[in-house]
């Protein structure tokens, strides 16, 4: 049992380890650099297959030459659900959307870490 899910993640500009490339290829394309973003393959569920992601990408990264002080993986539910996982050197923060409300379309035109938690 279960839901899909599928994630995004910004391009950071982060040189993956091959280590990291090897675990997570077989779920994700990565640029033939190995530096960047990556996207996942297809959807999976979260609690078999993403749910140690966050951690290797904590693990994953040189914080000290790195100029972002934060990672952010955001999770798309099959249900319509959201969830954003921060990622920082010595912690990972998980936030979800507390309600909805009906639009005309996107009227969220511009991000300034207005979601951090």
Known sequence: MGFLSTFTIQDYNILWPQWFR??????????ESGNGAFAPRYEAKTYKTWESLPVDIQRAIDWKSLAETRIVLVYLHECGGITRCQIEKHFIKWSEPEEWRITEGVTHDYCYRCSDV
């Open 22 to 31: 090897e675990k997570w290829g077989v779920h994700c394309w990565f640029k």
